[in-house]
């Protein structure tokens, strides 16, 4: 009658595996184990029938999750491996770290970390993201124009623009659209300069007017 295996032997060896090899590598060792040994092949040996209802056991210690859990458990017993803990974590990391200052254990909710001086944040302000629809060449220089013009300058420049020219302008660049489309800019354009100088003189007689 074969003898029951304990946890203490190297089952792992029997197969010549590691202790993380998988189902499918320990049921394809024992296979080329027990077909080694067999009984019908060693009629000679004797401690072929041995093995071979070792290797028959062992098969079914490792390939069942229970029992494969606590021959796990008995490795790490006999070994003195423990789980690791949150002080057994300070300390890897003091080993890693020397330079890092190891925690003060307080009482429970109240330990006090290397980390506990610093201030978390909780608000942060979005990253500012570049437009990714695809704007036309005129919106981008409309937008160049509002961002780098200041406000309180084109306000005046607005207000005059359009009461001299009768027109609305939503920024600068209808503003030298305008001007453009008229020439109103162009010095050779007697027209256009006497039509401006009529309106300026316009204003200023009806301002006139107005305080005496």
């Avoid at 993380?20 to 067999?38: G, V």
């Avoid at 302000?125 to 220089?141: R, V």
């Avoid at 961002?147 to 420049?157: A, G, M």
Wanted: proline share 5%.
């Amino acid at each position: 009658m074969a003898k029951k295996l304990k946890f203490d032997k190297d089952l792992y060896g029997l197969f010549d595996v590691t202790i993380d090899a998988s189902e499918n590598e320990i049921r394809k060792a024992y296979r080329k184990k027990a077909l080694a040994c067999h009984p019908d092949k060693n009629p000679d040996n004797p401690k072929a029938a041995e093995l071979f209802h070792e290797l028959s056991q062992a098969l079914e210690i490792l390939c069942t999750e229970s029992t494969r859990a606590a021959l796990i458990k008995a490795y790490c017993e006999r070994l003195n491996i423990k789980p690791l803990s949150t002080a057994d974590f300070g300390k890897v990391m003091k080993q890693v770290f020397p330079e890092i200052r190891p925690r003060r254990l307080g009482t429970r909710g109240h330990s006090r970390y290397c980390y506990a001086a610093m201030r978390k944040t909780t608000k942060l302000s979005p990253p500012t993201l570049p437009t990714l629809g695809k704007a036309s060449l005129a919106e981008e220089t409309d937008e160049i124009y509002n961002q780098s013009l200041d406000e309180d300058c084109w306000k005046p420049i607005k207000i005059w623009a359009e009461g001299q020219l009768n027109s609305t302008f939503k920024n600068i660049r209808d503003l030298s659209t305008h001007i453009q489309k008229h020439q109103l800019n162009t010095p050779a354009s007697n027209s256009s300069r006497h039509l401006l100088q009529k309106k300026l003189l316009q204003k200023e007689t009806k301002e006139k007017k107005k305080y005496t």
